[in-house]
């Protein structure tokens, strides 16, 4: 009699894996994968509009970059993350002069707590620096 409630058991352990800890693990797998190997990385130059602090939750550091500013033209912005506190201290010294942001783009993030945009910035340098 005790062999059919141990295998009743067993299913349900089983079935409590199949449901709950599989999903996590494809989940911390997929944010490994996602955050560990970049897409494409690259620099991009123009003038800093801005640099902010957002979130409800998750604080993230959000900035505008323009990239066109000729008279005429729509300016194209590039819009970017950072999840360093120190970049971020250096991009509110440099905000409105032209600078070169250097960036990596990660693909596939879910959400937006790690940041609102696929591309954060990993350093930047005022144009003319070498």
Request: with cysteine.
């Amino acid at each position: 009699m005790a062999m059919p409630s141990i295998i009743r058991e067993h299913k349900l352990v089983t079935t409590l894996v199949l449901l709950i800890v599989i999903p996590i693990l494809v989940f911390v797998l997929w944010m490994f994968i996602a955050l560990r190997f970049v897409y494409s990385k690259g620099e991009r130059a123009g003038y800093l509009q801005k640099i902010s602090k957002r979130g409800w939750v998750c604080k993230t550091w959000e900035g505008d970059l323009q990239l066109t500013a000729q008279p005429g033209v729509a300016p194209e912005m590039f819009a970017f993350s950072t999840r360093s506190d120190s970049i971020a201290a250096e991009l509110n010294k440099l905000a409105g002069q032209r600078v070169v942001l250097l960036y990596e783009q990660h693909k596939g993030l879910p959400g937006t707590c790690l940041g609102e945009t696929e591309y954060f910035v990993v350093g930047v340098r005022p144009v003319g620096a070498p």
